[in-house]
Nanobody, 115 residues
Framework: QVQLVESGGGLVQPGGSLRLSCATS????????MGWYRQAPGKQRELVAF???????NYADSVKGRFTISRDNAKNMVYLQMTSLKPEDTAVYYC?????????WGQGTQVTVSS
């Protein structure tokens, strides 16, 4: 099991940017999919983006063109660069290793987009 710790959340104005980071306790080199999910109040957790070890990416339609997921296997880090943020992006963002059915989740970091 991989321990995951997110950071980088906060309060940002609409149109602003944030970069989330996910530090892992072990090597992610062999983990096929590293991803970011989010959960807004009263809503189910949803996929934001994932990146595979073969550099395939997948993004939710709502964030395409605005968010970019990257992974640094050498540093065992995963990042989510978020730009042109909207109020509807407000949620707790979770890092995941191995897919949504795995047990590898971080504790989450709050992102609030508000003026």
């Amino acid at each position: 099991q991989v321990q995951l710790v997110e950071s980088g959340g906060g309060l940002v104005q609409p149109g602003g940017s944030l970069r989330l980071s996910c530090a892992t306790s072990g090597s992610i080199f062999s983990i096929y999919a590293m991803g970011w999910y989010r959960q807004a109040p009263g809503k189910q957790r949803e996929l934001v983006a994932f990146r595979t070890s073969t550099d395939m990416t997948n993004y939710a339609d709502s964030v395409k063109g605005r968010f970019t997921i990257s992974r640094d296997n050498a540093k065992n880090m995963v990042y989510l660069q978020m730009t042109s943020l909207k109020p509807e992006d407000t949620a707790v963002y979770y890092c995941n290793a191995g897919g949504p059915t795995s047990r590898n989740w971080g504790q989450g970091t709050q992102v609030t987009v508000s003026s």
